[in-house]
């Protein structure tokens, strides 16, 4: 099953093409997020979308950074839905416990357990299975990675998108 994720942000999106049954990944970046929705639109080459779920964390105010990230969350799942696209939402406590088994975890302790699982992202000249994973996309592989643990995925046939496929 190849799993789009997508890591939305209020201008920019982080998103990788993560296959669930070889667990390695296709294109990936960060686009804004004009461009995310033109490729969640444009592409058909994944099987599902996962997008990460807003929650407040028990916060008594939030900026206007994080309503403008729920809208375009919200915009992400409209383009999926009406191509029939199934969405599923994963929210940051879930990606903690499924990687690092505990809620305290920070950015560092989940890409330090994806690094343990699937080794170190590597060089150009010795790429690893990680190669090209940075930034928001880490986030991005974090929440494809825990949807597949969660759903103890089987796997479905589909083509897996690269970097050059990208329809941007």
């Known amino acids: 099953m190849i799993v789009l994720a997508i890591d939305p942000g209020p201008k920019k999106s982080g998103f990788i093409f993560w296959d669930t049954e070889k667990e390695i990944t296709g294109a990936m970046g960060e686009y804004t997020n004009e461009q995310m929705r033109n490729l969640i639109y444009k592409s058909s080459t994944y099987n599902i979308i996962v997008i990460e779920d807003i929650v407040m964390l028990g916060q008594?105010?939030?900026?206007?950074?994080?309503?403008?990230?729920?809208?375009?969350?919200?915009?992400?799942?409209?383009?999926?839905?009406n191509a029939k696209t199934p969405v599923h939402w994963i929210n940051r406590r879930q990606v903690k416990l499924n990687l690092c088994e505990t809620n305290r975890a920070k950015d560092k302790n989940i890409r330090a357990a994806l690094i343990e699982r699937f080794g170190k992202p590597g060089t150009k000249k010795e790429p690893g299975r990680l190669?090209?994973?940075?930034?928001?996309?880490?986030?991005?592989?974090?929440?494809?990675?825990?949807?597949?643990d969660l759903n103890k995925l089987s796997p479905i046939k589909s083509q897996m998108l690269t970097q050059q496929d990208l329809p941007i």
């Open 60 to 81: 008594t105010f939030v900026g206007k950074e994080v309503f403008n990230t729920a809208k375009w969350a919200g915009r992400f799942w409209e383009i999926a839905d």
């Open 131 to 148: 190669y090209g994973v940075s930034g928001h996309i880490w986030s991005a592989l974090a929440l494809a990675v825990t949807y597949a």
